[in-house]
């Protein structure tokens, strides 16, 4: 029985990014709730879609009119301006009976790692339906590509597992903000990250290890934060699963330029 909607770490380098918020779905039709915005305490209006079984959860058995405690996966769609992909509701003292996003129906395909919506027995005391982290918190470990300490800039890129088809996912990077020094860059890092407005704040880092280097001959180094397949297995939790022995490319901070370039989608 899981007492947390955000699954722990079980490799080193295991990839990922992962959050809650709490807010207010309006879905731009009313319709079709699958597209809308997430409407915070603190007046933020933060774009987001819906995945998985949450659609379902939302038609049968949730208010839309209140605030709930969402299970999001951050994305960077332009600078300054958050994206958020709904993949669960953490609200166990009314949804008790319903469990997480099937696997098949997220992106990364990772049982160990999703976005829950379990019971959490009797709370022991205070909010049952709160983290222990509290609300707006993200966790975000990946490869570290730019920092600039001076601006307070930095960009992580997040890798995936292969999907069902055989296909594998671009690697996508995402835009926070925070001190992180220029030594870490090409580091595999792991974030702890709280939300203002529409930009996640680095709360705190810890640099894990340096990213294998592209070119070792007979494979060996390549793909080490990709080892075999979900987590538990060696491998990245979800969103940001490393697909199998796919070392990654070296990427540093652009010359020349004040701001940090744009992810890929």
């Known amino acids: ?112 790692s999703e976005a829950a919506v379990e019971p959490a027995g009797e709370p022991s005391g205070g909010d049952g339906d709160a983290v222990p982290e509290g609300d707006d918190y993200f966790s975000v470990r990946g490869e570290l590509i730019y920092t600039r300490p001076e601006s307070g800039d930095v960009v992580v890129k997040i890798r995936q597992l292969p999907r069902p088809d055989g296909s594998r996912p671009t690697p996508f990077k995402l835009q926070l903000k925070g001190e992180i020094p220029l030594e870490s860059l090409r580091h595999f890092v792991a974030l702890n990250l709280r939300r203002q407005g529409q930009v996640l704040q680095l709360e705190s880092h810890e640099v894990i290890a340096p990213m294998p280097q592209r070119g070792n001959r007979g494979g060996k180094g390549r793909g080490s934060a990709a080892k075999g397949g979900g987590g538990g297995r ?31 989608r």
């Open 1 to 112: 029985m899981r007492h947390h909607p955000i699954s722990p770490v079980t490799e080193p380098m295991q990839y990922r990014a992962i959050g809650v918020v709490r807010g207010t779905y309006r879905p731009s039709d009313p319709e079709q709730l699958t597209r809308g915005v997430i409407e915070t305490e603190d007046g933020t209006a933060i774009e987001a879609v819906v995945l998985g079984r949450v659609l379902t959860l939302m038609r049968r058995h949730l208010d839309l009119a209140e605030p709930h405690l969402w299970v999001v996966y951050p994305r960077s769609r332009d600078e300054d301006q958050l994206h958020l992909q709904l993949v669960g509701v953490w609200e166990p003292s009314t949804l008790a009976s319903e469990t997480s996003p099937g696997a098949s129906e997220l992106e990364a395909a990772d049982p160990a």
């Open 234 to 264: 060696g491998a990245a939790a979800a969103p940001g699963e490393a697909p199998r022995g796919d070392s990654p490319r070296a990427e540093g901070p652009r010359r020349n330029s004040s701001a940090v370039s744009r992810p890929s």
